[in-house]
């Protein structure tokens, strides 16, 4: 407090003088403090965790019980334009009928240290599903990745770059149409073939091409869809003529049928969440994991190479992934992709080939378990032991295994 001498003008305004420092020191604190934790910084958003780098977008939690979306980046200089385009393809995501009346199902978050992830360009970027997910582990669920390729829209002008869709790997070209996305998280997500013809086969199955091509029984029962013969090939049957599976740039919806499909596959695959939750579920937080590298042929057929211990990961949560190979670890059980389709625009082979792959999945440390075994159908494929129980979770380490077929 002040006390001020009545008897002395002059000496009372030495005592204001000395308090203004302070004063407008804590007035510059206390404006920085409401700029940043109150609201002031509109695009400023708060790590996840700080200690595994995982920035938030969308977070509600419940991520064994969403789709969880990752986004990453190569090519870029300035992170300011990646959280630009990443926002961008966020929103267009969510904004396209069925997603626009389930924003609560999804989950989104970026990681903001820029890579290579093994990346080729040709007629497509394609990027290695095992470098992405290298990173991708620093935030929740993984259920989908995505790659946003910076090349420069001058470039892309004179040279147009197609994106591609592999495992659960979207590579996307980020001067591209936003649609783009959703495009191919139709393939990756939910397992839609192209709908437009290239001659090719579909060796999968498509719940957007029917077979019966003149009656289409498929889609009789949404009112609206269509019967076009042409669907990969002249052999099936789509239920839009235009839609976002042919033309993105032409279309912005899927069509009447693929919408119901992906709104029951949403309703089957996830639960709602409340209201927006920034940080998520602190039961659902990072961990130490075994990060767990293998390799498969392009048929499926899958082996463990590798086995690194990592701390403060979050596991591989995937619901949404289709597939009878699994990690095992205690009481914990990890899905492994299943089969190497890789969706691209064109190109020499048409739009889908398949391809060998590696992978990589992160599943809880048990502690009291020294096994990790990978399981197709219920049988034991490979079974690696854990030499080193007692390995010092300070920072990632190799541990010793030898393989026991």
Not at 19 to 31: E, K, Y
Request: charged share 25%; net charge negative.
């Amino acid at each position: 407090m002040v006390f001020f001498n009545m008897l002395d003008p002059d000496l009372n305004e030495e005592h204001n003088y000395r308090w203004w420092p302070l004063i407008l020191f804590s007035v510059i604190i206390i404006g920085v403090f409401i700029f940043l934790f109150v609201g002031g910084g509109k695009n400023i958003e708060l790590p996840l965790s700080p200690s595994t780098g995982c920035v938030v977008m969308q977070d509600r939690g419940k991520y064994t019980d969403s789709i969880n979306i990752v986004f990453l980046g190569t090519g870029y200089e300035d992170v300011v334009e990646f959280r630009e385009d990443s926002d961008k393809f966020m929103t267009s995501f969510l904004n396209v009928v069925p997603h626009n009346s389930y924003k609560d199902r999804f989950n989104f978050f970026r990681i903001e240290e820029f890579g290579d992830f093994g990346c080729k360009y040709d007629d497509a970027v394609i990027c290695n599903p095992q470098l992405v997910q290298q990173e991708a582990i620093k935030c929740p669920g993984q259920d989908v990745n995505v790659v946003l390729t910076n090349r420069g829209k001058t470039e892309d002008f004179f040279s147009h770059l197609r994106s591609s869709a592999w495992l659960n790997l979207a590579s996307i070209n980020s001067a591209d149409d936003p649609l783009v996305l959703v495009h191919e998280i139709g393939h990756v997500g939910y397992s839609f073939a192209d709908e437009y013809v290239y001659g090719g086969d579909i060796t999968w199955d498509a719940p957007n091409c029917d077979p019966e091509k003149l009656s289409c029984p498929m889609f009789l029962d949404v009112d609206g869809s269509e019967c076009i013969v042409g669907c990969v090939n002249q052999e099936y049957a789509r239920s839009v003529y235009y839609g976002i599976m042919s033309n993105y740039w032409k279309s912005p919806k899927f069509g009447n049928y693929n919408e119901w499909w992906i709104e029951n596959y949403i309703l089957e695959n996830t639960k709602g969440g409340g209201e927006q939750n920034f940080g998520g579920d602190p039961n659902e937080g990072p961990k130490d994991v075994y990060v767990v590298k293998g390799e498969c042929t392009k048929e499926g057929e899958c082996t463990i190479e590798e086995v690194v211990m990592s701390p403060s990961r979050y596991p591989t949560t995937s619901n949404i992934m289709d597939s009878d190979i699994v990690i095992k670890h205690g009481s914990s059980l990890v899905k492994v992709p299943a089969s190497g389709l890789l969706f691209k625009d064109f190109g020499d082979s048409g739009s889908v080939e398949l391809r060998p792959y590696d992978f990589l999945v992160a599943i809880p440390v048990d502690k009291d378990e020294n096994e990790i075994v990978l399981l197709d159908k219920g049988d034991v494929k490979s079974r690696y032991i854990i030499e080193n129980e007692n390995a010092q979770l300070g920072g990632s380490k190799i541990v010793g295994i030898p393989r026991v077929s």
